[in-house]
């Protein structure tokens, strides 16, 4: 891309909001309306999505990135966890350096700092494949919290689809939400695997927790043509008009207006 794209990705990763502007996000963060008013539709940008992008992209440029590397430095002890996990992958990609001691970091789920590393595992991205079979195994860990971690780290990774995506499908039925969601997100990465990972989120379009039904409507729609959607998604939606979540029957009927179909609850 270039010695200016790289500045300007710098000059991003070092950009700081102003006092007044770091009230009015924090004020939003506690205030759902003001939040999806301004922030949300990114009328108003916080330095730390600013912060976690810039970072991304130099790792996306690699070798020709190398000028970033003071700064990624300085991002990667950012006490914002997100931050720090982009630079560091960043640093990774941008050194060409190994992952291996990162996989062998996570191997120990029990370490400080393991959660962590996690985190820089999915944002290496197809450079951390080597991880998968670990990564794999977590998914069946007692912990919930590792069971999330590794849905995660896998849907940033989405490398080896043959050892994946069973391992993910699994996880739908799983007890935690936080899990079922994560793993949803992480499965729609797998284009090419759509007919089963279709057959799998369909029976989630009847959980009753909001995020986990809203990630199966919105991955379907990502999926499926107009076609599909009107054989296979709208039935789901008009099923979804008699859940016991009144949140979800409020989306049910505005995913069926979007689409043009007719509300048909019973």
């Not at 909001?17 to 301004?38: C, G, P």
């Not at 797998?190 to 959980?207: C, H, R, S, T, Y």
């Not at 995913?255 to 007719?262: C, D, M, Q």
Request: aromatic content about 4%; charged content about 20%.
């Amino acid at each position: 891309m270039g010695e200016p794209a790289v500045s300007g990705l710098i000059d991003l990763l070092e950009k700081h909001d102003s006092a007044l502007k770091r009230r009015f996000v924090q004020y939003a963060s506690r205030h759902a309306e003001v939040h999806n008013r301004f922030i949300a539709p990114r009328h108003v940008v916080p330095e730390k999505t600013y912060h976690e992008q810039a970072a991304t992209a130099l790792g996306e440029i690699g070798p020709s990135a190398r000028a970033a590397i003071p700064a990624l430095l300085i991002a990667s002890t950012n006490a914002d966890r997100l931050i720090a996990a982009r630079a560091r992958a960043a640093l990774v990609k941008i050194r060409q350096e190994s992952v291996a001691p990162f996989v062998e970091q996570a191997a120990d789920s029990r370490t400080t700092n393991w959660y962590d590393t996690m985190l820089v595992l999915k944002y290496l991205g197809t450079n951390a494949e080597s991880a998968v079979p670990l990564l794999t195994q977590f998914l069946s860990n007692t912990n919930a919290m590792v069971r999330d971690s590794a849905a995660e780290a896998l849907g940033g990774i989405v490398s080896h689809p043959e050892i994946c995506v069973p391992a993910l499908l699994i996880c739908l039925k799983d007890s935690d939400a936080y899990v079922r969601r994560d793993a949803v997100d992480a499965l729609c990465k797998f284009k090419n695997e759509k007919v089963q990972i279709v057959a799998g989120l369909l029976p989630l379009m009847q959980d009753k927790d909001l995020n986990t039904w809203l990630g199966a409507a919105i991955g379907l729609e990502g999926m499926l043509s107009p076609e599909e959607i009107n054989s296979v998604i709208v039935p789901a939606l008009n099923q979804s008009l008699n859940s016991p979540n009144p949140v979800i029957r409020e989306n049910a009927a505005l995913f069926l207006k979007r689409h043009k179909a007719p509300a048909t609850a019973k």
